[in-house]
């Protein structure tokens, strides 16, 4: 089974404090992704990597960064945290190619910034 | 606006009852997923459909894809209880990485 754990269930941060998110999938998958998931928004995508040290911007960047420098682990950053930014993270994977676009999902993290 | 939109956004039916969930969306795509939602928990991925195919099965699972209408449908047949999720769909453009996912449908099965 594909498996994608993320660091942590919940999280309280303050504001102004960096946050580090870690997700890591053990299928060695090409692809890593990272939404935020609010209510009556759905899932809008962070960012997006393909590849170690590759990464693409997502529909809502701003205020986020991300690092990829082993295929199994994808970090989102929050450089310096905002109430705005209190939500549910979730990271997925999944494998390159047209026949291969299954997303696996990881539990979630819910991040509350105070 | 959303790319892919369910209706209705929530459902309640009694246990053994058939289900229907409904996905609208805007321009061409590739192939269209559903995935599951139990509450406060990740995702996990049900079925694909791609644009040249027009029904697929997965056990209790239908779907159906409309590309005149740009919409798919979801039935789950025989409902249980353990069904209750949110359920989201998923559209995938033309030879690009994202997919992007609707604002999902809240089912509910009564026991």
């Known amino acids: 089974d594909v498996k994608v754990t993320q660091s942590s269930r919940y999280l309280v941060k303050r504001t102004g404090e960096k946050v580090f998110l870690e997700c890591v999938q053990d299928?060695?998958?090409?692809?890593m992704f990272w939404y935020r998931q609010d209510p009556g928004l759905g899932l809008r995508l962070i960012y997006f990597?393909?590849?170690?040290?590759?990464?693409e911007k997502g529909d809502i960047p701003e205020g986020y960064s991300v690092s990829r420098e082993k295929k199994e682990r994808f970090s989102l950053i929050l450089e310096s945290a905002s109430t705005n930014q209190t939500s549910m993270y979730l990271c997925?994977?999944?494998?390159?190619?047209?026949?291969?676009?299954?997303?696996?999902f990881g539990p979630g993290t819910r991040l509350t910034v105070t | 606006s959303q790319q892919g939109e369910e209706d209705p956004q929530a459902l309640s039916i009694q246990e053994g009852e058939n289900a229907t969930m409904n996905c609208s969306y805007k321009?061409?795509?590739?192939?269209l997923q559903w995935y599951r939602q139990n509450s406060g928990r990740g995702l996990v991925h049900l079925i694909l459909?791609?644009?040249?195919?027009r029904e697929k099965h997965s056990g209790r699972l239908r779907v159906t894809l409309d590309t005149s209408k740009k919409s798919s449908s979801l039935l789950i047949t025989a409902s249980r209880a353990a069904d209750t999720a949110s359920y989201f769909c998923?559209?995938?453009?033309?030879?690009?990485?994202?997919?992007?996912f609707g604002t999902g449908t809240r089912l509910k099965v009564l026991a």
């Open positions: 299928m060695d998958h090409e692809n």
């Open positions: 459909i791609r644009s040249n195919e």
């Open positions: 990597s393909y590849d170690v040290k590759m990464k």
């Open positions: 998923a559209t995938s453009i033309g030879g690009t990485y994202k997919y992007i």
């Open positions: 321009t061409s795509i590739n192939n």
């Open positions: 997925a994977s999944s494998l390159w190619g047209e026949s291969q676009y299954e997303q696996y």
